[in-house]
């Protein structure tokens, strides 16, 4: 079936710096992925959508600039958080999309628990 | 925007008894799904709905599609310890695989 990878599963990052996450598709070709949130105790919270090949439509009240998502090929799609804050910390995961078979579009990947001092 | 009412918010059951959770929703969904998520991980696919009225199992796992598209169940019979977690369902807001998930069942399950 499709498995959906996500590096890293824990990131513990500095107040200020910048973390990249990672969202794999291993069988297959991803046209659409999606980068959720979490927090805790809560339901996840769709940020964006990413598009292979074109710019990543964020949801309202999610900064873009702070939150780049990069879909630059079939398979991989990043999310980088730029001069994170505690505040973001969060548990982030991304949904991929196979193009056109329905059960395809339902895979997450195992989520990455970043943690900002 | 759609709002999507997940109930209960929390069960405690004992082993082998049947659980049973629903969502409800303002608007119209293509599709319903319904996830679950153990501690520290990304959620897994349970079961997913396409069409109105659909009754679906996946073992001792029954879901259905509300004939309204407003609605959706899971049923979990038989409970067993490993079924404690946390339950979502989610809603197809669109034809692009964007969902809207609901706040979540958390079920124990006790000896």
């Known amino acids: 079936g499709a498995v959906v990878s996500q590096h890293p599963s824990r990131v513990i990052c500095k107040s200020g710096t910048s973390v990249k996450i990672e969202c794999r598709s291993l069988?297959?070709?991803?046209?659409?992925m999606f980068w959720y949130r979490q927090f805790p105790k809560k339901s996840l919270m769709l940020m964006a959508t990413?598009?292979?090949?074109?710019?990543?439509?964020?949801e309202q009240g999610v900064e873009k600039d702070k939150f780049l998502i990069n879909h630059a090929s079939l398979t991989l799609s990043t999310l980088t958080v730029t001069s994170a804050h505690p505040e973001d910390s969060s548990f982030y995961i991304c949904?991929?999309?196979?193009?056109?078979?329905?059960?395809?579009?339902?895979?997450f990947g195992s989520g990455t628990r970043l943690t900002v001092v | 925007g759609q709002q999507l009412n997940q109930s209960p918010q929390s069960m405690f059951i004992q082993e082998g008894e049947d659980v049973s959770m629903n969502c409800t929703s303002s608007?119209?969904?293509?599709?319903w799904l319904w996830y679950k998520q153990d501690p520290g991980e990304g959620p897994v696919l349970l079961i997913a709905l396409y069409k109105a009225g659909e009754l679906t199992s996946n073992g001792r796992l029954t879901a259905q599609f509300g004939i309204t598209r407003k609605d959706s169940f899971l049923n979990i019979s038989a409970s067993i310890p490993s079924d404690v977690g946390i339950y979502f369902c989610?809603?197809?807001?669109?034809?692009?695989?964007?969902?809207?998930f609901g706040a979540g069942t958390q079920v124990v399950v006790t000896p």
């Open positions: 069988d297959f070709q991803a046209t659409t």
């Open positions: 989610a809603g197809e807001t669109d034809s692009w695989g964007k969902f809207q």
């Open positions: 990413s598009n292979e090949g074109s710019k990543a439509t964020y």
């Open positions: 949904s991929a999309r196979g193009p056109g078979t329905a059960n395809y579009g339902y895979t």
């Open positions: 608007s119209i969904f293509n599709t």
